[in-house]
């Protein structure tokens, strides 16, 4: 069965400093990968997404995530964190395409906090 | 990408009791989707809704507890039927846009307090 893990649960990190957030995936076929941010009290933004082609690819706010299949990896990167950036985020990936649309499975969300 | 809205932003209920939240998209979409996130927990999904057909349901979620309608491509409602506080969660639906590549967006959520 497809899953996705998010081995941190937390992170801080102080602002101006690098992120990467790690997320680890299963899934049998060439996945469909996201990340997503969630602010207090907000829903979900989409901040990337990875189908095919390039590995490295680019998203909003000035976050980058890069696909390794032979890791089974989708980690999302920033080279330098704004005290904004401070939120939960979720890796997911989408499976089950029998029913002619994609279902998201999300891994358990790792909260960043920032600090001045 | 769709604009999604979602009615009510939040409420607090009594035990016993249903609430039907709203889920409305700007612009006309195949699939809709209503997930749930549990307090401190990541987002699961309850059912998806495609317009004109009855919703399919994931395991652990049944309609009687659940009841969906999507009476339309830009209109969705979930009810949460006999309320307890265990319902006490975040409901947030999406909607995929192929325009897009299959990505889906999220509705703002509503927030559910169950007393």
């Known amino acids: 069965a497809q899953s996705v893990t998010q081995p941190d649960i937390h992170i801080t990190v102080s602002e101006g400093a690098s992120l990467e957030l790690r997320c680890n995936y299963s899934y049998g076929a060439t996945p469909y990968l996201f990340w997503y941010v969630q602010s207090p009290g907000q829903g979900l933004q989409l901040l990337l997404k990875y189908f095919s082609g390039d590995t490295l690819v680019q998203g909003i706010k000035g976050f980058e995530a890069e696909f390794k299949r032979s890791q089974s990896s989708f980690n999302l990167r920033k080279p330098s964190v704004h005290w904004s950036d401070a939120a939960e985020y979720f890796c997911?990936?989408?499976?089950?395409?029998?029913?002619?649309?994609?279902?998201?499975?999300f891994g358990a969300g790792t909260r960043l906090a920032v600090h001045p | 990408s769709a604009v999604i809205s979602q009615k009510p932003s939040r409420d607090i209920c009594q035990r016993g009791t249903s609430l039907t939240i709203q889920c409305q998209v700007d612009?006309?979409?195949?699939?809709m989707f209503w997930y749930r996130q549990q307090p401190g927990q990541s987002l699961t999904l309850i059912a998806t809704?495609?317009?004109?057909?009855?919703?399919?349901?994931e395991s652990g979620f049944v309609i009687d507890k659940f009841p969906i309608s999507r009476p339309n491509l830009t209109f969705s409602t979930l009810t949460v039927s006999n309320m307890s506080p265990e319902d006490s969660s975040i409901y947030l639906c999406s909607v995929e846009d192929r325009g897009t590549l299959d990505t889906q967006y999220f509705g703002p959520g509503t927030r559910l307090t169950v007393l």
């Open positions: 997911a990936v989408a499976s089950d395409f029998s029913g002619g649309y994609n279902k998201l499975i």
């Open positions: 809704a495609n317009q004109g057909s009855e919703a399919t349901y």
């Open positions: 612009s006309q979409v195949t699939m």
